[in-house]
C-alpha cells in the first residue's frame, strides 16, 4: 500500500475492524470493513486489484475491476477465474518478487524519503522460529521478523 501510494495511486484497501486505523496510516484513501460490507458493492471501475486471499476472493474481484484493468494475485488463480477475466479484457498476474539491486535501491530510497515504513510487530530469534509461527496464528499487525 504504502509503494502504491508513494507511485501517487488512489488506494481502497479492505480490512478487519481492528486493523481498519492502521490500514489507514499507512496510507489507503478509503478503508473497507470485511466484515460488515462486501467490497464488491462499494468500489468499481478500479485499475488493479492486489488480491492475497486467492479463491473465490479472485473471482469477486473481477466485478471491481474496469475493462483492461489488471489483478494481481499472490495465489494461482483458477483456470474459470482467468476465462472471465480474459473475456473482459482483464490481465492476471501471478505475483512474485524477486530480489534484484533496482529494486533494493529504489526500496531505500522510499524508506529515506520517508513514504515506506515497515512496521514489525515482534522480533524473534532464530532458535525461536517456533514461537515466531505460533505468534502469526494472533494475527498480528504488521511482520514477525526472525533475527540471526
Do not use: C, W
Not at 54 to 68: C, E, I, P, W
Not at 105 to 123: F, Q
Amino acid at each position: 500500500m504504502q509503494i502504491a501510494k508513494a507511485r501517487g495511486a488512489y488506494v481502497i484497501a479492505t480490512a478487519s475492524p481492528g486493523k481498519t486505523d492502521f490500514v489507514r496510516a499507512l496510507g489507503a484513501d478509503e478503508v473497507i470493513d470485511y466484515t460488515k460490507d462486501d467490497f464488491t458493492g462499494k468500489v468499481g471501475n478500479v485499475d488493479l486489484v492486489l488480491d492475497p486471499i486467492g479463491g473465490d476472493h479472485a473471482d469477486q474481484s473481477l466485478a471491481v475491476l474496469r475493462g483492461g484493468g489488471v489483478l494481481v494475485s499472490l495465489l494461482n488463480v483458477h483456470d474459470a477465474t482467468r476465462a472471465k477475466a480474459s473475456a473482459r479484457g482483464i490481465h492476471v498476474e501471478r505475483m512474485s518478487v524477486l530480489p534484484d539491486r533496482d529494486g533494493l535501491v529504489e526500496l531505500a530510497r522510499l524508506v529515506d524519503a520517508g513514504k515506506l515504513s515497515p512496521h514489525v510487530a515482534k522480533t524473534f530469534p532464530l532458535d525461536q522460529a517456533g514461537a515466531a509461527h505460533a505468534f502469526l496464528t494472533t494475527r498480528p499487525i504488521g511482520k514477525v521478523v526472525l533475527t540471526v
